[in-house]
């Protein structure tokens, strides 16, 4: 069965500091890979979506990339975090039945 | 420009009751539509997915409906129970690309 690992669950970072979020499929192979963001009561915005290594489209410009280094391996990154990146970070993959799947998330505080 | 609404933003009711929860979307030639669940604090669970062509889709005690003439579709929770209490989501595909359009969900507390 296919599994989706998402880390750190937690995360308090200073403003201006870099960022690191990784996520990670199980049980699959070329999933289409996704980094949702969830504001406090708020919905979903899509932020990146990747349908193959090194491939990977943004749908909202602003200071965070994503990158796809291997396969499986979804990466959300940023140089210098903002207040504004505070948030609930989601990753998520599809497959063909185009069912979203999506893993745990990562709080996300910035001070 | 496609736009999910989820009405009502909160929903209260006694464990045991059936309940609807409603999610309407503007424009009908969507591609497919997701019912998702979230617990506080945690990821989204896929709950049923239904294709254009579909009218409906049951999993256990839930089943969604779809009407995109009218451009709606419900998610029915038969004899309800506290376990079920968090905050439900619907999402349109408007077509084949990645793109989902979510509605902001509707809280559901199952009262003991």
């Known amino acids: 069965s296919q599994t989706i690992h998402q880390w750190p669950a937690t995360l308090v970072q200073p403003v201006g500091s870099p960022l690191s979020l990784e996520c990670t499929v199980e049980g699959t192979s070329n999933p289409n890979l996704y980094w949702y963001r969830q504001a406090a009561g708020r919905g979903l915005q899509l932020l990146f979506y990747?349908?193959?290594?090194?491939?990977i489209s943004s749908e909202v410009p602003q200071n965070l990339s994503a990158s796809r280094p291997q396969d499986r391996q979804f990466i959300l990154s940023s140089k210098k975090l903002l207040l504004s990146d505070s948030g609930f970070y989601l990753c998520a993959w599809s497959y063909r039945d185009e069912k979203l799947f999506f893993g745990s998330g990562t709080q996300l505080s910035v001070l | 420009k496609q736009e999910v609404t989820q009405i009502p933003a909160a929903l209260s009711v006694p464990e045991g009751e059936n309940l609807v929860l409603n999610c309407s979307f503007t424009?009908?030639?969507?591609?497919?539509l997701q019912w998702f669940r979230q617990d506080p604090g945690k990821g989204l669970t896929s709950l049923l997915l239904i294709q254009s062509s579909q009218r409906e889709q049951t999993s256990g005690r839930l089943n969604a409906s779809l009407d995109k003439s009218s451009g709606r579709s419900t998610l029915y929770i038969a004899a309800s129970q506290p376990g079920d209490s968090a905050t439900y989501l619907c999402?349109?595909?408007?077509?084949?690309?990645?793109?989902?359009?979510w509605g902001a969900g509707t809280k559901l507390i199952i009262k003991p």
């Open positions: 424009d009908s030639a969507i591609y497919n």
């Open positions: 990747s349908v193959g290594i090194g491939q």
């Open positions: 999402a349109v595909k408007k077509d084949s690309n990645y793109q989902l359009i």
